[in-house]
């Protein structure tokens, strides 16, 4: 299984970023996808999620109305569409995958995801 990201950069406060993370060697369908960041001195957190099935998301409350967590099935990728970035935002961006169901309260916990990729870095300049 290859789980690659895509997309990071040097990005000026307020604008935006579209992270894409490709995969490759699952049944893509059902895969629940996540959306990590570690920010420099800090635990990797959870911060958008997809599941395969039914597409329901998840988001931690610091994006929500900021990030958009979305699939294209028929291509393998999931991006992460980030608006109105904050140099907080500023983080190495890790796309992982797991092919069986997370329960939703749980779709944000790293120990739940199989496949991680190696990162991306976004960078929020104020």
């Known amino acids: 299984v290859q789980v690659v990201e895509s997309g990071g950069g040097l990005v000026q406060a307020g604008g935006s970023l579209r992270l894409s993370c490709a995969i490759s060697?699952?049944?893509?369908?059902?895969?629940?996808i996540g959306w990590f960041r570690q920010a420099p001195g800090k635990e990797r957190e959870g911060i958008a999620c997809?599941?395969?099935?039914?597409?329901?998301?998840y988001y931690v409350d610091s994006v929500k109305g900021r990030f958009t967590i979305s699939r294209d099935n028929a291509k393998n990728v999931v991006y992460l569409q980030m608006n109105a970035l904050f140099p907080n935002d500023t983080a190495v961006y890790y796309c992982?995958?797991?092919?069986?169901?997370?329960?939703?309260?749980?779709?944000?916990?790293?120990?739940?995801?199989?496949?991680w990729g190696q990162g991306t870095q976004v960078t929020v300049s104020g």
């Open positions: 997809i599941s395969g099935p039914d597409g329901s998301t």
């Open positions: 992982a995958a797991n092919p069986g169901g997370i329960l939703p309260q749980n779709m944000g916990l790293e120990s739940m995801y199989r496949y």
């Open positions: 060697g699952v049944s893509f369908d059902d895969v629940v």
